[in-house]
Every structure is written in structure tokens, then in C-alpha cells.
């Protein structure tokens, strides 16, 4: 009786291992495989079962594409039949805008600039409504209307909608969208030069014998939108270009006026500082990395009894996941809307030269954040594999099914996902002797929340939920959502490549950067939480900068802790133990 109920419990281990590993199988495909010096162009070719199966780096093998074959030459019309299924995916995770600014700073000076539509009324209906702040002279040939709704045109018509005049001002949701997409086209430097053209031309901000009173009927709304774009693209004006035909605009802007004088002063002013956080931010990245050993390199040096271990440093999960949220908020908050975009630059078919940005994909904040994914689940990894006795490793994986939940609890779907994934490395699952005394119920309720099937079905409702929770929020607390970021790009590449760019006739698919400002739109709000737990250095810079094992060193400490199960097994420990240990 004993005997056939240890065949049983043995059954009933293998079939939960099989279940994750094909669940990690499935994240697999639905992340781009995360090398991101090759977003489009590359796929893991067969990752070691070891890795953890979201936004590692792996090597890579030539595609046409990651998810399907691209639709390049489909128009959004033709794709809505075959993208049914998608579009209902992204329904399902997009819920109202409500937001009165994706800016971090209010608008300079906003008593006496345009009062253009709160974000949450930006994308409630089905499209750009020419109603919204149409212009007068809506003359500018080349925009393709239906229902009263801006589905496409040609790239010098939607700049020059981009351009206030006297009699009319753009709404935000023309601004964000078009300033965000514009740089599949064109540099945002080029678009720069554009607009300050058409402002110094056609406004005669350049003529000294222009009507003032004109002048200071245009200005206002000119500095509006300048002030838009440093607010909601800073990153733009890391190009000295940019910043040059900024203060060329603005000083004619402000040349005569104070008030206009002190607003131009002020923007400048908040975009230098807003450039200055990120420096800081980049130079303490750059830090960590370059300061980063591996873990084994540690103990060779440094006994074993004196090494700390998570629980030392953090003895409450419900604290550690607090802090979690710390790490995982700011480095959402210094992701820029525009990099989502310039993650999937390809050459545009009507630029005979190069593609945008080929020179460099600007993207550095985004990758910062997918390598703080995999850091955080090799680091769970890591603290599993530590410990020399069972019972400790077996408290280590209830520890961190605990700071999962809270997690969970909390709206922090990406620290989730990191831990289940470096629970499911294989120098992890394959410790029966250590899982068989753990409580994995709770486990087992995490994983089906994240189970990928039907498309995410069940993390989705719940992501949809916590983003409901968020807006009727009367907490701070209350309004953490943190995505699971790699699905959250696999979907805005699915929208991004599901239809072209541009149509047979040449016009820009306005429809389709509609819906990508939709999606990138949500982002905006939930980087912008400020987060609400009282911070604890000692345990962000445990979390932060503690070494970590390698892939080998985890397959070590595995073997070293529950040893081989068969010959193969065996063979990789012997030559581990050679090569990282000296021993034979």
C-alpha cells in the first residue's frame, strides 16, 4: 500500500513538471526572445530547458518573423477578418483612459494656452473624430476621412495637422499618437525641423512686420504643443538637433513677450532636469552592471556559513514583495512611450536610404527592465539552490511562492512571472526530494492564474481587473499595475506587425497607430504610480546587486544538493565539477 501510493505521488510530480514545462514552452513563444540588439529578426533556436523561458537572451536564428508572416503588404481593412482573434485579445486588456495628463508635470503657464482634451477622453471612440479642434481651413490635401473618422494620409499632410494655427489647435490624442508613430517614417529630429518650418513660415513668426496681435494669438498654442512633446517624449531631446530647433522656436516664440519668455524658460528648464534624472539613472544602471559577479566566484573566496541568504536580509515575504514593487515601478517609470516603437523600426518601403534609427535603436530603459527580469529569476534560482539541507531549500520555495502571491495580491505581474519562472528552471524542479516536502497548493493557484493558455486568458482577466481597480483607486496602493512586460510588447508587436505601416496608395494607416496609442497609452498610467510602500535600502541593494548564479553554477549546486539521476546527468556533473570547481 505505501509502495503503490509513492508510485503514485511520483505520477502525479512528473505530470505537474510536464504541465510547467510546457507552460514555459508557451512563454517561450509568446515573448520575442528578448534579444534585443535583433528584435525582429532573431529566435532563441532551442533554449536549454535551464533558462528562464521569459526575456532571456539566447542565441539566435534567422526568421522572417517571430510570430507569424509579416502583413506587410496588407492595408488594416484586409487584416480585420484574420486579426479578429487578436483584436479581442487587445480589447480585453485595454480598458478607458483616464488620466487627466500623461505628463509628470503640469503644463506651463496653462491659463493662457489651448485647453486640449483630458486623456480620458482620448481614446473612447473608435477613432481620430475630425470634430475634435478641426481646423477652419481644413485644406491640407491628402487626409482620408470616414464616419468622421481619420483613418489615413499622406506623411506631409499629417505634419502639417500636426501645426496650430490662429484658428485651430490639435487634440491630444492626434499629438500623442501621431508624435509617437511619426518615427517609424522619419527621425524625430527631421519632424522637428518640419514643424518649425511651417511655424516660421506660414505663421511669419520670422517677418518683423507680422501682426503682433496674430502673434499672440499663435504663440500660445505653438508653446502648447512644444510643450507636449518635451513632456511626453523627453528622450527626443537627447539629440542635439532637437534641442536646437526647440530654443530656435521658442526664442522667436518669446522674443517681445515675458509671459511667453518665462513659460519658454520654464519647459526648458523641466526638460534639462527630466534629461539629467535619466543620466543619473543610466550611470547608477552601468554601475550595478559592471560591479555584477558571478555567485560562484564568491564562495570559492568567501565560506559558505558567512554567505547571507534573502531571508536573512528580508525574513517577511509580504516586505520583500513590497520592495519588488519598488525596483519594478521605477524602472517602468523610466521607459519612455517611444521606445515600444523604436523596438520594431524596419525600413520604411518608401525610404530609399536607411531605415530609422538603424544607427542605434534606442531602447536602452526597456532592455534595462527585461534584464532586471531575468536578473530576479535567476536570483530566486539561485537562493533555492543555495542551501545545503532540504528542509531549508524547501522553506526557500514557500518563501518565494509567498512573495509571489503578495505580489499577485498587490498588482506586480512581472515580479510574479519572474519568480514562477525561476521556479521552474530545471536545476529547481528537478529537486523531488525538496519539492516533496513543500505545500504547493498555493503554488499551483499562481501558476493557472499565469497559465498561457487561451491566450492568458486567466492572467489577462486578472490584469484587467487590477486595471479596473486602478481607476476607481482610493489608495495608492490601489493603483499599482505592473504588467507582465513581455507579453505586454508581444501584443503591441502582434498590433504593430499584423498590418502595414502604410497603403498601397501611399497614405500612412493612421487606424493602425490609432490602436498602438492605445495600447501604449495604458502603459503611460501605470508608469506614472508613484509607489507606496516606505523603501528599505538594505534590502534593494540586496536585491539589486547580490551575485548570482550562472546557468552551470545552478545545474552545480543542483547536482550538488539532490546528485545525478542518470548517466547524462551524471556526465554534465563531472565535467561541472572540473570546470567549475577544479574537481574531478
Not at 556 to 564: F, H, K, R
Request: glycine share 2%; charged share 25%; proline share 4%.
Amino acid at each position: 500500500m505505501i509502495a503503490h501510493q509513492k508510485i503514485q505521488r511520483v505520477k502525479d510530480y512528473w505530470a505537474r513538471l510536464e504541465l510547467k514545462h510546457q507552460l514555459f514552452l508557451d512563454l517561450e513563444t509568446a515573448t520575442l526572445g528578448l534579444e534585443l540588439n535583433h528584435w525582429l529578426s532573431s529566435l532563441p533556436a532551442h533554449a536549454s530547458k535551464s533558462h528562464s523561458r521569459v526575456g532571456l537572451k539566447s542565441s539566435t536564428k534567422q526568421k522572417t518573423s517571430i510570430f507569424s508572416t509579416l502583413a506587410s503588404e496588407k492595408s488594416l481593412s484586409d487584416c480585420k477578418k484574420e486579426q479578429q482573434w487578436k483584436l479581442s485579445m487587445y480589447s480585453s486588456s485595454i480598458t478607458p483612459v483616464c488620466f487627466t495628463s500623461p505628463l509628470t508635470e503640469k503644463p506651463i503657464g496653462k491659463e493662457s494656452m489651448p485647453q486640449t482634451p483630458p486623456f480620458s477622453a482620448m481614446f473612447d471612440s473608435s477613432g481620430y473624430n475630425r470634430n475634435l479642434y478641426q481646423s477652419a481651413d481644413d485644406s491640407c490635401g491628402g487626409l482620408y476621412y470616414h464616419d468622421n473618422n481619420l483613418l489615413s494620409g499622406s506623411l506631409e499632410a499629417l505634419i502639417q495637422h500636426l501645426v496650430p494655427n490662429v484658428d485651430y489647435y490639435p487634440d491630444r490624442t492626434y499629438i500623442f499618437t501621431f508624435l509617437l508613430s511619426s518615427r517609424l517614417f522619419m527621425h524625430p529630429y527631421e519632424l522637428m525641423a518640419k514643424v518649425c518650418h511651417l511655424c516660421v513660415e506660414h505663421q511669419r513668426l520670422s517677418d518683423p512686420n507680422s501682426d503682433k496681435n496674430q502673434i499672440r494669438k499663435i504663440a500660445p498654442k505653438i508653446l502648447q504643443l512644444l510643450t507636449e512633446w518635451t513632456e511626453t517624449f523627453p528622450y527626443d531631446f537627447r539629440d542635439e538637433r532637437m534641442m536646437r530647433n526647440l530654443k530656435d522656436l521658442a526664442h522667436r516664440i518669446a522674443s517681445g513677450e515675458e509671459t511667453y519668455r518665462k513659460n519658454v524658460q520654464q519647459m526648458i528648464q523641466c526638460l534639462i532636469r527630466k534629461l539629467a534624472t535619466l543620466s543619473q539613472y543610466e550611470e547608477v544602471l552601468a554601475k550595478i552592471s559592471s560591479t555584477s559577479t558571478d555567485r560562484l566566484t564568491v564562495l570559492k573566496t568567501k565560506p559558505q556559513s558567512i554567505q547571507r541568504d534573502i531571508i536573512t536580509v528580508c525574513s517577511d515575504p509580504y516586505t520583500l514583495a513590497q520592495q519588488l514593487t519598488h525596483i519594478e515601478l521605477e524602472r517602468l517609470s523610466y521607459i519612455g512611450p517611444e521606445e515600444f516603437v523604436q523596438a520594431f523600426v524596419q525600413k520604411d518601403p518608401l525610404d530609399n536610404d536607411k531605415s530609422c534609427y538603424s544607427e542605434q535603436k534606442k531602447t536602452r530603459n526597456l532592455e534595462a527592465y527585461v534584464e532586471w527580469f531575468n536578473r530576479l529569476s535567476y536570483l530566486v534560482a539561485t537562493e533555492i539552490c543555495m542551501p545545503v539541507k532540504k528542509k531549508h531549500r524547501a522553506r526557500m520555495i514557500e518563501y518565494f511562492i509567498d512573495v509571489a502571491r503578495e505580489c499577485f495580491n498587490i498588482g506586480n505581474f512581472n515580479s510574479l512571472m519572474a519568480i514562477i519562472s525561476g521556479m521552474n528552471m530545471s536545476p529547481v524542479s528537478r529537486l523531488k526530494k525538496t519539492w516533496a516536502k513543500v505545500k504547493t497548493a498555493k503554488f499551483d493557484v499562481l501558476e493557472h492564474q499565469m497559465d498561457p493558455s487561451s491566450n492568458f486568458y486567466n492572467y489577462r482577466t486578472a490584469l484587467r481587473g487590477a486595471a479596473q481597480r486602478s481607476l476607481t483607486a482610493h489608495s495608492s496602493r490601489e493603483k499599482i499595475v505592473i504588467p507582465f512586460f513581455s507579453l505586454l510588447i508581444k501584443d503591441i508587436y502582434f498590433l504593430n506587425e499584423g498590418c502595414a505601416n502604410r497603403l498601397p496608395n501611399g497614405h500612412v494607416n493612421f487606424e493602425k497607430f490609432w490602436e498602438l496609442a492605445k495600447q501604449v497609452s495604458e502603459f503611460m498610467i501605470w508608469k506614472q504610480v508613484e509607489c507606496p510602500f516606505e523603501r528599505d535600502r538594505k534590502i534593494l541593494q540586496y536585491l539589486l546587486t547580490v551575485p548570482v548564479f550562472s546557468e552551470d553554477a545552478l545545474y552545480l549546486a543542483s547536482y550538488e544538493s539532490e546528485g545525478p539521476e542518470n548517466h547524462i546527468e551524471k556526465d554534465r556533473w563531472k565535467s561541472l565539477r572540473s570546470s567549475l570547481l577544479g574537481r574531478v
